[in-house]
């Protein structure tokens, strides 16, 4: 079946600009995780959605950042006023326990964000 | 804050040759899994622990868990070129996974 999308695969915007990313995530899948990479490093947690509603907002580096779930599905991350700094890749990951508490988080491709 | 780390950063060996990495963490973690990151790729799950002292196998990969769950280690008897990627551990706190470092794995034919 399908697995998690996410749009754009690439952007390349001016500092200053506001970019909006989206992910598709696995149909019927509960949880959403928001995650940015750096070239060569590991992965940051920005945020996490059960359902619609993000209990934990606290990786979220700047309130220049927001992330909104809407219908138990699509998630956008929005950046306003981009900084170089924001260059990375966001990735996206969706999620279901099992039975047996067995969580499996699925990545999508993320999306590469240049800030020049 | 809550961290995660990782060593070796990197690690070359030759094929056959084993491999391990170790995950530390400064708080106890409710769960640990493991992702593995080809270049260029996105991480694909490996696998969960949850118990204390838990023990998996997976083929050649063999991963444990600390007894006070905040250490866990992933070992790879004989690897190959198929192997080659970054291996990040993801440490459970609340609602957030902590990803780990990093260990980078080449392997030279």
């Known amino acids: 079946g399908a697995g998690v999308s996410q749009s754009p695969s690439n952007k390349v915007t001016e500092k200053g600009k506001d970019v909006e990313l989206r992910c598709d995530p696995i149909s019927g899948h509960t949880a959403l995780y928001w995650y940015r990479q750096s070239l060569g490093q590991g992965l940051e947690f920005l945020i996490y959605?059960?359902?619609?509603?993000?209990?934990?907002k606290s990786g979220l580096p700047s309130d220049r950042f927001s992330a909104e779930r809407t219908g138990g599905s699509v998630s956008t991350l929005t950046i306003q006023r981009t900084q170089q700094e924001d260059s990375a890749v966001y990735l996206c990951a969706s999620s279901l326990v099992d039975r047996g508490l067995q969580e499996t988080q699925y990545f999508g491709p993320g999306t590469r964000l240049l800030v020049l | 804050g809550q961290q995660v780390m990782q060593i070796p950063q990197y690690q070359h060996v030759q094929e056959g040759e084993d491999f391990t990495t170790y995950c530390n963490s400064s708080t106890t973690l409710s769960n640990i899994q493991w992702y593995k990151q080809r270049p260029g790729g996105h991480p694909v799950f490996l696998i969960q622990?949850?118990?204390?002292?838990e023990v998996k196998k997976q083929k050649r990969l063999t991963f444990q868990f600390g007894e006070a769950k905040k250490n866990s280690s992933l070992h790879i008897t004989a690897t190959q070129t198929t192997d080659v990627g970054t291996y990040f551990c993801a440490g459970r706190r609340t609602y957030k996974y902590i990803f780990g470092t990093g260990t980078r794995l080449k392997v030279l034919a």
């Open positions: 622990l949850v118990k204390s002292g």
């Open positions: 959605f059960q359902g619609n509603s993000a209990p934990d």
